[in-house]
């Protein structure tokens, strides 16, 4: 039998490995995607191993939402865009987690059988460097602060 390979998420979540966090929660983590589709994709997991979606308590997928809105808010409001995607996800990841997106193009988020062309080729997203991540982090916890602050009062 071979090595089980520990779940990435998992030791994001329990701090073995670094992530640039824009939000946190008592059962949820937010960061952002090494590899973004856009400048601020974040994703969102629970602090506890779920494999699948389907497995995910109602209750914790109904705080992955509310804090997918508040960064979503953020997103809009930093990067001047009309709409933010939000979708949950597992397929490279076996750790349930929803991807935040600032949607640019309507083409952000979309699926190969959208795609007209037969023979594509497509390369993963560059990754971001650990000051970018940051500086997006930075920038995404102060706008998510200020539309809390603003809800507040």
Same mark, same amino acid.
């Given at each position: 039998?071979?090595?089980? !390979? +520990?779940?990435?998420?998992?030791?994001?979540?329990?701090?073995?490995?670094?992530?640039?966090?824009?939000?946190? &929660?008592?059962?949820?983590?937010?960061? =952002? *995607?090494?590899?973004?589709?856009?400048?601020?994709? %974040?994703? $969102? $997991? +629970?602090?506890?191993?779920?494999?699948?979606?389907?497995?995910?308590?109602?209750?914790? &997928?109904?705080?992955?939402?509310?804090?997918?809105?508040?960064?979503?808010?953020?997103?809009? @409001?930093?990067?001047?865009?009309?709409?933010?995607?939000? =979708?949950?996800?597992?397929? *490279? $990841?076996?750790?349930?987690?929803?991807?935040?997106?600032?949607?640019?193009?309507? !083409?952000?988020?979309?699926?190969?059988?959208?795609? &007209?062309?037969?023979?594509?080729?497509?390369?993963?997203?560059?990754?971001?460097?650990?000051?970018?991540?940051?500086? %997006?982090?930075?920038?995404?916890? @102060?706008?998510?602060?200020?539309?809390?602050?603003?809800?507040? !009062?």
């Amino acid at each position: 039998m071979g090595r089980i !390979t +520990p779940c990435l998420f998992c030791e994001i979540a329990n701090q073995r490995v670094s992530a640039a966090i824009v939000y946190e &929660a008592e059962h949820l983590l937010a960061f =952002l *995607d090494v590899c973004p589709i856009r400048k601020g994709h %974040v994703q $969102i $997991i +629970p602090r506890q191993h779920f494999g699948f979606f389907e497995e995910l308590p109602a209750k914790l &997928a109904s705080e992955i939402v509310a804090a997918g809105q508040l960064i979503a808010r953020a997103q809009k @409001s930093l990067y001047q865009v009309e709409r933010a995607a939000f =979708l949950f996800s597992g397929g *490279d $990841i076996a750790h349930v987690h929803a991807h935040v997106v600032p949607m640019h193009e309507k !083409t952000d988020i979309t699926s190969r059988q959208y795609i &007209a062309e037969k023979s594509l080729t497509f390369v993963p997203a560059p990754r971001a460097t650990s000051t970018e991540l940051m500086t %997006v982090a930075d920038e995404l916890r @102060s706008a998510m602060s200020q539309l809390v602050e603003n809800t507040d !009062t």
